[in-house]
């Protein structure tokens, strides 16, 4: 069974930064995709950032040139880092990888609140 254990959310202030880790219970060569999605209050869950395993990177409109998605094989953990923080990057997010069947595992969540 795999895990995905979500960690570094918190309250920060708008332009502040945060770290956000995401810890497998099993190595993440496993998993083609790695992604980041967030869900924020009464809207639908939406794609932040994904790595695969070549090591290339999309991100969503709004977070790009602030977010960067990163992992380290050996830790089995995906990284978000965030800079530069909006209240409207207020949510939870979610850890998200893919194997390559198909098959894809959530994370718990983490809160994310930004304040103005």
Known sequence: QVQLVESGGGLVQAGGSLRLSCAATIS???FNVKG???Q???KQR???ARITSGGNTNYADSVKG???A???NAKNTVYLQMSSLKPE???VYYCN???YSGRSYWGQGTQVTVSS
């Open 89 to 91: 990057d207020t949510g």
């Open 28 to 30: 993440i060569f496993n």
């Open 66 to 68: 602030r977010f960067t």
């Open 70 to 72: 990163s992992r380290d």
């Open 40 to 42: 924020a209050p009464g």
């Open 36 to 38: 980041w999605y967030r």
């Open 97 to 99: 990888v893919e194997g």
């Open 46 to 48: 939406e794609l932040v």
